[in-house]
């Protein structure tokens, strides 16, 4: 069976799936532990720890977790925010002084990571030596249109300059010629090119079929890449928790799934984890968490 065949039947079984409403992934806690209570709260379902135990996922988060799973449709998301989110500064205006301010906020306020174009990823690797925050490189941004090769390059570049995971934009014209193949191959040379990082594929969602969708987030993880993330913030529409929830039903509970574009408020926030996030992408972090009015950070 060719690479083509072989990811056709995938995805064909994994829209059958889909459209059967899928098996929904189960955790460890409602399973062993039914009715558990936790920090004076009963869990009922499974993704209760994160809700329930917001200062046990900041301490994992330090001892160097990268993720956190989450079932599909919490509606009730984790109190603290701030380890789940992505602190984003990629205008290409940005100066020192700008993405200085950025590892600064994101020190403070407990962010998971900050999240840079490669060309600024030594300055914040350096910037975030010492705490618990972990530096972002993007690759192929914002397009996603560069050769495999080329994107593994710029992807072993970025970490010998210090980054800690990859964000990476598929080859979005690929996808729309139904060219699979190059789709994977694609993926695949970044996450090889990372070796032990974590690689987040972001598929620009907004721009993509149903279908697309699927088959982006099916083929994300035949390659092994650690997350599926919905949008650059540079192209059309971004985030929304249908996608969300999408995205989760498709890759499981195994995968990171990442919300970013558009992505600004409190309730932006609540509402992607809600739907199944583990991670958020955003450029107004800080009043998310601090739940005041988002200044104009642009569209990311």
Known sequence: MSTEQLISEITRRVLATVAQGGPQARGPCSAEEPGKTVSGATCSTCGGCATKRPDDVRQLREAGLDRIAQLA?????????????????????????DLAKACAEAKKYGFATVCVNASNIRFVAAELHGSSVKPIAVVGFP???????????????????????IDMVMNIGAMKSKDYATVLNDICAVVGAAGDFPVKVILETGGLSYDEKVIGCTLSKVAGAAYVKTSTGFGPGGATAEDIALMR???????????????????DAKKMLGAGATRIGASASVGIVTGSKPASAGKY
């Open 143 to 165: 397009l996603g249109a560069g050769t495999p090769h080329a994107k593994a390059f710029e992807t072993k570049e970025a970490i010998r300059n210090g980054a800690r995971e």
């Open 249 to 267: 039903r498709i890759v499981g509970p195994d995968m990171g799934v990442k919300a970013s574009g558009g992505v600004r408020t409190t309730e």
């Open 73 to 97: 449709g919490n509606d009730a998301p984790p109190a603290d925010i701030a380890p789940f989110i992505d602190h984003t500064l990629l205008k290409p205006e940005a100066t020192k002084d």
